[in-house]
């Protein structure tokens, strides 16, 4: 995951090299008439389709709520816990992620806008389009500025200093994947950042706690309290409590993957902060195109994903309504293939795999991994142990041992 930029100094191969500044000029004017084709068209089917999906997503977690007063009877239980898990997932993913993307501002319906729309997440709206919005998709994966690239908690690149402590990076990243929502409001929060620079009495911090945990407050009340309390006549208090724990759960599991998906999967690049600096419409394009990657697969996990399985698609066009990426996403990858550029898409398992792979090569020293096998791992084991309790020298020389040693069997 070396950045772009140092590919050429390492003497790799940067996927871009072979463009020229008219390439990429061009690369920007054609995907600007992708935009425009798809501006022109949208209408009344597109309107249709977000409040289809609204009225079932609401049909399905009043079903499924239904149900789950009556969980103490273990068929409802599993029928009730996936329906509500579903509905979660589509609340968050599908509506709630797009509508606040503005991508169904264009109707002009006050109950469907991004001003007003509100979802089951513990991060408040207009905190998360913030750092959604206009901190992650102005800067994707640029190291340092980009914050969606390991939220704060992961190393994301071989550049950065390997330390003892990244060894429990796959730790972290499953317990954020479980507690996802909670994950997600710390870092819209920047609670990392403010604690770090000793701003936590700052009234504007104050004010945005106030804003989550009245939200979490909220969530939980609905989730923990009202809905179990309401099973209560059918002995169901315990398994509604459950279903309603295990629905969030899945739901954060789900989303993490699909977000882990479009950033973090080998052959996804990332870029230096030097690099935007007077950044061209065409170039930015370029960074959105290299620095995402697809999940290939069925309509209904399309549908699931909120889309964002086209999430090159959706950083290109983020304001374009959903439902048509999958319209545009042939014509996307025909000018990938134009230009000679690697458009990465690949089924979901695969994707998950390749991303969880590139989280735990890189909680390792660089080279680690790519030089031990089963033959010399007693020793490899035997190097990280000195590598996690010795002193940063021996962290540096051990380390450049590793590089070394990694280069000359590439």
């Given at each position: 995951?070396?950045?772009?930029?140092?590919?050429?100094?390492?003497?790799?191969?940067?996927?871009?090299?072979?463009?020229?500044?008219?390439?990429?000029?061009?690369?920007g004017?054609?995907?600007?008439?992708?935009?425009?084709?798809?501006?022109?068209?949208?209408?009344?089917?597109?309107?249709?389709?977000?409040?289809?999906?609204?009225?079932?997503?609401?049909?399905?977690?009043?079903?499924?709520?239904?149900?789950?007063?009556?969980?103490?009877?273990?068929?409802?239980?599993?029928?009730?816990?996936?329906?509500?898990?579903?509905?979660?997932?589509?609340?968050?993913?599908?509506?709630?992620?797009?509508?606040?993307?503005?991508?169904?501002?264009?109707?002009?319906?006050?109950?469907?806008?991004?001003s007003?729309w509100?979802?089951?997440?513990?991060?408040?709206?207009?905190?998360?389009?913030?750092?959604?919005?206009?901190?992650?998709?102005?800067?994707?994966?640029?190291?340092?500025?980009?914050?969606?690239?390991?939220?704060?908690?992961?190393?994301?690149?071989?550049?950065?200093?390997?330390?003892?402590?990244?060894?429990?990076?796959?730790?972290?990243?499953?317990?954020?994947?479980?507690?996802?929502?909670?994950?997600?409001?710390?870092?819209?929060?920047?609670?990392?950042?403010?604690i770090?620079?000793?701003?936590?009495?700052?009234?504007?911090?104050?004010?945005?706690?106030?804003?989550?945990?009245?939200?979490?407050?909220?969530?939980?009340?609905?989730?923990?309290?009202?809905?179990?309390?309401?099973?209560?006549?059918?002995?169901?208090?315990?398994?509604?409590?459950?279903?309603?724990?295990?629905?969030?759960?899945?739901?954060?599991?789900w989303?993490?993957?699909?977000?882990?998906?479009?950033?973090?999967?080998?052959?996804?690049?990332?870029?230096?902060?030097?690099?935007?600096?007077?950044?061209?419409?065409?170039?930015?394009?370029?960074?959105?195109?290299?620095?995402?990657?697809?999940?290939?697969?069925?309509?209904?996990?399309?549908?699931?994903?909120?889309?964002?399985?086209?999430?090159?698609e959706h950083?290109?066009?983020?304001?374009?309504?959903?439902?048509?990426?999958?319209?545009?996403?042939?014509?996307?990858?025909?000018?990938?293939?134009?230009?000679?550029?690697?458009?990465?898409?690949?089924?979901?398992?695969?994707?998950?795999?390749?991303?969880w792979?590139?989280v735990?090569?890189?909680?390792?020293?660089?080279?680690?991994?790519?030089?031990?096998?089963?033959?010399?791992?007693?020793?490899?084991?035997?190097?990280?142990?000195?590598?996690?309790?010795?002193?940063?020298?021996?962290?540096?020389?051990?380390?450049?041992?590793?590089?070394?040693?990694?280069?000359?069997?590439?």
């Amino acid at each position: 995951m070396t950045t772009i930029q140092k590919k050429a100094v390492l003497g790799q191969t940067s996927p871009i090299a072979h463009l020229t500044e008219a390439d990429i000029e061009q690369i920007g004017i054609e995907l600007d008439a992708i935009r425009q084709d798809v501006l022109d068209s949208r209408g009344a089917s597109d309107a249709a389709y977000i409040r289809r999906v609204i009225d079932t997503q609401r049909k399905i977690e009043l079903g499924s709520r239904a149900v789950l007063l009556f969980s103490a009877f273990p068929p409802a239980w599993v029928l009730g816990t996936a329906g509500l898990s579903i509905s979660k997932i589509l609340d968050n993913m599908e509506i709630g992620h797009n509508i606040l993307h503005g991508q169904w501002d264009w109707m002009r319906d006050p109950k469907i806008h991004s001003s007003t729309w509100e979802w089951d997440m513990a991060s408040p709206a207009e905190q998360w389009k913030h750092s959604h919005n206009e901190l992650h998709h102005t800067y994707t994966n640029v190291i340092g500025k980009d914050n969606d690239l390991g939220y704060g908690i992961m190393r994301v690149d071989e550049d950065q200093t390997w330390t003892p402590a990244s060894l429990a990076q796959p730790l972290f990243c499953f317990i954020n994947a479980v507690f996802f929502e909670y994950g997600i409001a710390a870092y819209d929060l920047e609670l990392g950042a403010v604690i770090k620079k000793k701003q936590t009495k700052d009234p504007e911090f104050r004010r945005r706690v106030k804003a989550v945990l009245g939200k979490i407050r909220k969530q939980a009340t609905k989730d923990y309290v009202v809905h179990p309390v309401l099973s209560i006549p059918t002995g169901s208090f315990v398994p509604t409590l459950a279903a309603n724990f295990t629905a969030n759960v899945v739901r954060n599991l789900w989303s993490n993957s699909v977000i882990l998906c479009g950033h973090f999967p080998e052959g996804v690049e990332t870029f230096e902060k030097r690099s935007i600096e007077g950044e061209s419409k065409g170039e930015w394009y370029v960074r959105q195109m290299l620095g995402s990657a697809n999940i290939s697969g069925s309509k209904f996990l399309h549908l699931m994903t909120g889309n964002l399985s086209h999430q090159i698609e959706h950083h290109l066009f983020p304001d374009l309504p959903s439902n048509r990426y999958g319209e545009i996403a042939p014509k996307v990858q025909a000018l990938f293939e134009k230009y000679d550029l690697t458009y990465c898409a690949r089924p979901m398992p695969q994707q998950v795999a390749s991303a969880w792979h590139k989280v735990i090569r890189l909680s390792l020293p660089n080279g680690w991994l790519a030089t031990t096998n089963k033959k010399n791992a007693p020793q490899q084991l035997a190097i990280l142990y000195k590598m996690a309790t010795g002193d940063r020298r021996t962290r540096r020389l051990l380390g450049r041992k590793l590089e070394s040693e990694a280069r000359a069997a590439a």
